[in-house]
C-alpha cells in the first residue's frame, strides 16, 4: 500500500518513489506515520496521506523532514494570532489542507486551487483561480511577506484530489 501511494505521488508530483519512501521511514521514526504489523501492512488515514504529501513537498533533507512537516502543518493564516478568532477560521495548515481533502474525497476536483508548499521556511500557499492567495505562515511572521528567493513545490489541486480519492 505504501508502494501505491508512493508511485501515486511521482505519477501525479513527479516526486521520486525513493524520496518518498525515504520520508516515509524518517515520519514513522518520528510517530507521525503509522506503521504496520507483523505480516500486515500500516493502515493510514487522508490525514496520513496530506501529511505525506506535505512532508515531500518540503524539500527538507531527511533529518529534517520531520521538523519541516511539522511546523509547515502548524502554519497559521496570515501568522496571527488567532486567540479569540472565530471558530469558522481554519485554525492551521494542517486543518486548511484537511478540509481540502475531504471536499476531494466526496468529489470536488479542486480545479480552481494550486497548493504551494515553501522550501527552507514553514508556509503553505492556497492559491485560487480568481488571484485569492490564502498564506499560511509560522505565528508571528510578517503577513504575506515572500522573502527573496523563495522556492516552493507547487501541487495543482486536481493532482492532490486524486491521490486523495485513489486512497479514501
Known amino acids: 500500500m505504501i508502494g501505491q501511494l508512493a508511485n501515486s505521488i511521482r505519477q501525479h508530483l513527479g516526486i521520486p518513489v525513493t524520496r518518498t519512501l525515504n520520508v516515509v521511514?524518517?515520519?514513522?521514526?518520528?510517530?507521525?506515520?503509522?506503521?504496520?504489523?507483523?505480516g500486515r501492512g500500516p493502515e493510514f488515514t487522508r490525514s496520513d496521506i496530506?501529511?505525506?504529501?506535505?512532508?515531500?513537498a518540503?524539500?527538507?533533507?531527511?533529518?529534517?523532514v520531520a521538523a519541516a512537516t511539522r511546523a509547515t502543518l502548524a502554519t497559521v493564516p496570515g501568522g496571527a494570532n488567532l486567540a479569540g478568532a472565530p471558530l469558522t477560521i481554519p485554525r492551521t495548515a494542517e486543518i486548511a489542507l484537511a478540509v481540502?481533502?475531504?471536499?476531494?474525497?466526496?468529489g470536488d476536483d479542486l480545479d480552481e486551487l494550486i497548493i504551494e508548499?515553501?522550501?527552507?521556511?514553514?508556509?503553505?500557499?492556497?492559491?485560487w483561480s480568481d488571484g485569492v492567495t490564502q498564506r499560511h505562515q509560522?505565528?508571528?511572521?510578517?503577513?504575506n511577506h515572500l522573502p527573496r528567493g523563495r522556492v516552493a513545490t507547487r501541487i495543482p489541486g486536481?493532482?492532490?484530489?486524486?491521490?486523495?480519492?485513489?486512497?479514501k
Open 117 to 127: 508548499i515553501a522550501h527552507g521556511e514553514a508556509e503553505v500557499a492556497l492559491i
Open 100 to 106: 481540502l481533502a475531504r471536499q476531494a474525497a466526496d
Open 25 to 38: 521511514r524518517r515520519l514513522r521514526e518520528a510517530g507521525m506515520f503509522p506503521s504496520g504489523g507483523p
Open 158 to 167: 486536481p493532482a492532490f484530489a486524486a491521490i486523495l480519492r485513489k486512497f
Open 58 to 64: 518540503t524539500g527538507a533533507k531527511l533529518e529534517d
Open 50 to 56: 496530506v501529511t505525506l504529501i506535505v512532508a515531500v
Open 138 to 143: 509560522s505565528p508571528g511572521a510578517i503577513a
